[in-house]
């Protein structure tokens, strides 16, 4: 009598098919946890933000409405790698009456004075603010971040102000 080891056809098509089962399940699935990992990175840059910010404030006696002047800028490294883009809101959008030397209103390519948000080149484009991120007193200040993080078409976007309050201000998962 012969020995056959081995599978039949039918054991491997069983096989296959309880896999494609799980992975038409697990997928989805992955796909939003890995969405909602990537929201971390807007939280880390709005924290940056605040940071200077507040360093800022506390030098100057006043809040920067721009990036590149009270020194937030990602590395290259950084910015390959980015998500997100962020932003601080207009000095019209925060009832602010002056821009700091070197900086002009709506000029993303250099300064990162937002009517939007600027992207750093690691996002998809079309991934702007429409949540106006408001500041908390008068002299306060807004920032936001936006990123499409999914296949949901929804853009996900944060908030912070000038007492740290961060919000989500619209779910891109």
């Known amino acids: 009598m012969k020995n056959n080891n081995g599978f039949t056809l039918i054991e491997l098509l069983v096989v ?3 896999i494609g089962i799980l992975s038409a399940v697990a997928v989805p699935n992955y796909q939003k946890y890995q969405a ?3 929201t971390s990175e807007a939280k880390v840059s709005l924290g940056s933000i605040h940071t200077a910010e507040a360093g800022f404030n506390a030098e100057y006696g006043t809040y920067a ?6 020194g937030f800028s990602p590395s290259a490294d950084e910015q390959a790698n980015m998500y ?4 601080v ?3 019209a959008t925060t009832g602010g009456t002056d821009l700091p030397t070197g900086c002009t209103s709506g000029n993303t390519a250099t300064d990162g004075v937002f009517s939007g948000l600027k992207n750093y080149g690691g996002g998809p484009a079309g991934q702007g603010l429409t949540h106006t991120c408001g500041a908390s007193g008068e002299n306060g200040f807004g920032a936001g971040a936006a990123a499409k993080i999914s296949n949901s ?4 976007q944060w908030c912070i102000n ?3 309050k961060l919000d989500h201000v619209q779910a891109g998962y």
């Open 89 to 91: 809101m207009t000095v």
């Open 162 to 164: 000038n007492v740290k």
């Open 65 to 70: 409405y721009c990036l590149s002047f009270m």
């Open 36 to 38: 909602k990992a990537r």
């Open 84 to 87: 997100y883009t962020v932003g």
């Open 153 to 156: 078409g929804t853009v996900d």
């Open 16 to 18: 296959v098919a309880i």
